[in-house]
């Protein structure tokens, strides 16, 4: 009866039923949802997802750049991603005179696409359950550190074998753990290294509401880029070469051209980068009251000031876009996610879960003490996790310190110093330091500050004196300086490095965190790990009838749900759809975020919308005008950024992009009411393209429907 009570209040307090739309989805396994996601509007079989033998869905996806998702839409390698995706291919193209982030860029002919050094997607070939190689001979009397050497002895040897099997250029082979160490499979990958920008458009679109609707919902960005992959004569990976040519996927995405409306199925295929949606509640009051506010407290701090600068001058504008985008998307992000976890009550109720679960476990020695000694090692960890967290948003955010290493790097190569400092401003650097000194010195438990770092303050009087004198006297603040350098023995360089203050100092600092904090943060990871795999096998067997997915860790899922708006207050439901309407009421030239591109404003002035145009019905009456963007259910996360978005037949119906800013806590807790998925119309895209670009002979090589 006890039981029955405890499972019944389980399901009522936590609702976890086999929600629905939430999960992501191991491809290879995706048998076990197909029949939930056929009675959804699924139209194709498991196969058709997956496959070894024959062509299918998955050798359309591709890894982008290591941290997004991309799509093949032609026989001839080209490649549809996100524009916040290939914005430091764009912007390293980009300067004063070829301004492609300002203005777009558009290859007019295969001649006049770009070369990306260094920029690799990956094909997925084929995954595999290995769970008993990699766990074989683990046994339960190992200690946590015995356990990971035999573990990772045996990723070893498998992959090994696994790469001798397979001949050609550019494979790569992971291991990764699902369920926390439950389960494991082997990936392996072909990886192309030729990969050029065939098209972007201005950020004013592909980046319209720049940071400010960022996360938001309505949205009007037309978030998407252009690359074509390359390949030898052979179809095979090859460094970029004039004599390469197009390569041929195996499979394409039909991109469908009748868009979608509110109920309709769609699926998302991509690569996640982390969920948590399995942890303790020790790890969520983590979040919730430390690590999160502090994150957020630093780096307002520190875009604050990068934004007065960008508003200053073009050229810092430039220099600093891409830094910080990246600096706010997870500031932006953060917080949403913070009131998310707060309006969930998450805390809680994982608190309530865990007295549940303790309950249960009583009588199974397997599980009695898992929940105990996983917050024992929470607390241990604690003061280290926070001392790490604050370190790395604080004194390790001054970019002087790593300019000092990408000139050693560069003189000992004989490269250019122009390079390391393209993208720096030593003034907008110094204003940074001030703050981040300044936080680091007030907030640090006084253990974690060095010696050398405070005696310095200490005689320089202040914090401020202390950040000017580094400052003023380091070769490394500015390229004038630095070039001094250039033509140095590698012994001068080394005795330069010794004395400069920017590296002296960041020595001692670094020495704090590698060898005071990291081990410890490293230690409790390790005791993290060996308890984790005995929490999760006693979750799956608390909850028999809970559908598990595994978390999130950049391996290929499948996500589906269906288009639908939300309820974003009381009498305040968001419709899913927007329309270039929305993109018109927000221009204004005096915003940079909603400076609206003049060619666009014509095309909206002239309706010259072409086969892009679509009729709106409303109450009163239709309007005509070209879609941009919806929303859905799929449960995605960061890495799903340019994951194709598609249809129940499988045809391109969009490309992912963001996440409400209501739904940002489905790292930690999906909530199926409120979390949607951002993503870009690909009628917009095709719109853009053709008549914005005026690069629609790129659509004639679509198979488009
Ligand atoms: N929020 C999206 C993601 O997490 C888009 C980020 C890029 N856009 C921006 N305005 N910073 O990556
Ligand atoms: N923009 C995110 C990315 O770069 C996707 C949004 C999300 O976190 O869901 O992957």
């Known amino acids: 009866m006890k039981r029955f009570l405890i499972v019944l209040f389980s399901f009522c307090l936590f609702g976890y039923t086999a929600v629905a739309d939430e999960g992501m989805w191991l491809p290879s396994l995706i048998g076990t949802q197909i029949k939930d996601m056929k009675s959804k509007g699924f139209k194709l079989s498991a196969e058709d997802i997956y496959s070894v033998n024959k062509a299918s869905l998955k050798d359309a996806v591709v890894l982008f750049d290591g941290g997004c998702s991309g799509e093949l839409v032609s026989g001839e390698g080209?490649?549809?991603?996100?524009?916040?995706?290939?914005?430091?291919?764009?912007?390293?193209?980009?300067?004063?005179?070829?301004?492609?982030?300002?203005?777009?860029?558009?290859?007019?002919?295969?001649?006049?696409?770009?070369?990306?050094?260094?920029?690799?997607?990956?094909?997925?070939?084929?995954?595999?359950?290995?769970?008993?190689?990699?766990?074989?001979?683990?046994?339960?009397?190992?200690?946590?550190?015995?356990?990971?050497?035999?573990?990772?002895?045996?990723?070893?040897?498998?992959?090994?074998?696994?790469?001798?099997?397979?001949?050609?250029?550019?494979?790569?082979?992971?291991?990764?753990?699902?369920?926390?160490?439950?389960?494991?499979?082997?990936?392996?990958?072909?990886?192309?290294?030729?990969?050029?920008?065939?098209?972007?458009?201005?950020?004013?679109?592909?980046?319209?509401?720049?940071?400010?609707?960022?996360?938001?919902?309505?949205?009007?960005?037309?978030?998407?880029?252009?690359?074509?992959?390359?390949?030898?004569?052979?179809?095979?990976?090859?460094?970029?070469?004039?004599?390469?040519?197009?390569?041929?996927?195996?499979?394409?995405?039909?991109?469908?051209?009748?868009?979608?409306?509110?109920?309709?199925?769609?699926f998302v295929y991509g690569f996640p980068g982390s969920t948590r949606e399995y942890v303790t509640s020790d790890y969520v009051d983590y979040v919730l009251n430390y690590s999160n506010p502090v994150k957020i407290r630093l780096r307002t701090e520190r875009l604050d000031i990068i934004n007065e600068a960008m508003e200053s001058d073009p050229e810092l504008r430039i220099m600093y876009s891409s830094k910080a985008a990246y600096i706010a998307n997870a500031w932006k992000k953060w917080q949403g996610e913070s009131l998310g976890l707060a309006r969930l009550g998450t805390l809680d109720k994982k608190l309530a879960y865990e007295t549940a679960f303790i309950e249960w476990a009583a009588d199974k020695s397997e599980y009695a003490g898992v929940l105990s000694a996983l917050s024992e090692t929470y607390a241990d960890r604690l003061p280290y996790a926070a001392a790490s967290d604050l370190f790395i948003e604080s004194v390790n955010a001054v970019e002087l310190f790593g300019m000092a290493y990408g000139v050693a790097a560069a003189v000992t190569n004989g490269s250019d110093l122009t390079a390391v400092y393209k993208d720096y401003s030593s003034e907008v650097d110094r204003q940074i330091a001030y703050v981040m000194f300044d936080e680091y010195m007030t907030n640090m438990p006084s253990e974690f500050i060095p010696k050398e770092v405070s005696a310095m303050t200490d005689s320089l009087g202040s914090i401020r004196a202390y950040v000017d004198w580094i400052f003023d006297n380091s070769v490394f603040a500015s390229a004038d300086r630095a070039t001094r350098l250039v033509g140095t023995t590698a012994a001068e360089l080394t005795e330069t490095l010794k004395k400069d203050p920017a590296t002296s100092q960041w020595n001692a600092l670094a020495a704090m965190f590698t060898e005071v904090i990291y081990p410890v943060v490293s230690r409790t990871d390790a005791e993290l790990a060996a308890l984790y795999p005995v929490y999760m096998r006693g979750q799956m067997e608390?909850?028999?009838?809970?559908?598990?997915?595994?978390?999130?860790?950049?391996?290929?899922?499948?996500?589906?749900?269906?288009?639908?708006?939300?309820?974003?207050?009381?009498?305040?439901?968001?419709?899913?759809?927007?329309?270039?309407?929305?993109?018109?009421?927000?221009?204004?030239?005096?915003?940079?975020?909603?400076?609206?591109?003049?060619?666009?404003?014509?095309?909206?002035?002239?309706?010259?919308?072409?086969?892009?145009?679509?009729?709106?019905?409303?109450?009163?009456?239709?309007?005509?005008?070209?879609?941009?963007?919806?929303?859905?259910?799929?449960?995605?996360?960061?890495?799903?950024?340019?994951?194709?978005?598609?249809?129940?037949?499988?045809?391109?119906?969009?490309?992912?992009?963001?996440?409400?800013?209501?739904?940002?806590?489905?790292?930690?807790?999906?909530?199926?009411?409120?979390?949607?998925n951002i993503i870009v119309d690909i009628r917009y895209v095709l719109f853009v393209i053709d008549k914005v670009g005026g690069a629609g002979y790129l659509l004639d090589e679509m198979t488009l429907k």
């Open 542 to 676: 608390f909850e028999p009838d809970r559908n598990f997915y595994p978390d999130a860790n950049l391996t290929l899922r499948v996500s589906y749900g269906t288009v639908e708006g939300y309820r974003e207050a009381d009498a305040f439901w968001l419709l899913p759809n927007t329309t270039l309407e929305g993109v018109m009421e927000k221009d204004n030239p005096e915003i940079y975020d909603y400076d609206v591109p003049q060619r666009l404003r014509e095309i909206y002035e002239t309706k010259d919308y072409g086969r892009w145009g679509i009729n709106i019905g409303t109450r009163k009456e239709p309007f005509y005008t070209v879609p941009v963007a919806f929303i859905a259910t799929n449960h995605t996360t960061g890495g799903n950024s340019g994951s194709p978005v598609l249809n129940g037949r499988g045809e391109l119906v969009g490309i992912n992009f963001d996440r409400t800013w209501l739904s940002t806590m489905s790292d930690l807790e999906f909530d199926p009411q409120m979390c949607r």
């Open 78 to 266: 080209l490649l549809l991603t996100n524009h916040h995706c290939g914005y430091d291919q764009i912007q390293r193209h980009s300067s004063l005179e070829h301004d492609y982030l300002t203005n777009g860029f558009w290859a007019m002919d295969r001649s006049e696409e770009l070369p990306n050094p260094g920029l690799k997607v990956s094909f997925l070939v084929r995954m595999d359950d290995v769970t008993d190689r990699v766990l074989d001979g683990v046994s339960d009397g190992m200690t946590p550190e015995e356990r990971k050497a035999k573990i990772d002895a045996n990723i070893d040897a498998l992959k090994k074998e696994i790469l001798s099997g397979v001949e050609g250029k550019g494979y790569m082979v992971s291991v990764e753990s699902m369920y926390y160490g439950n389960q494991y499979f082997s990936f392996l990958y072909r990886e192309y290294s030729d990969v050029r920008l065939v098209a972007a458009p201005p950020s004013s679109i592909g980046k319209f509401g720049g940071d400010t609707d960022n996360w938001i919902w309505p949205r009007h960005t037309g978030d998407f880029s252009v690359f074509r992959i390359y390949a030898d004569e052979n179809n095979d990976p090859a460094d970029y070469s004039p004599d390469n040519v197009p390569y041929r996927p195996r499979r394409h995405f039909t991109v469908s051209t009748k868009g979608v409306r509110e109920g309709d199925f769609t």
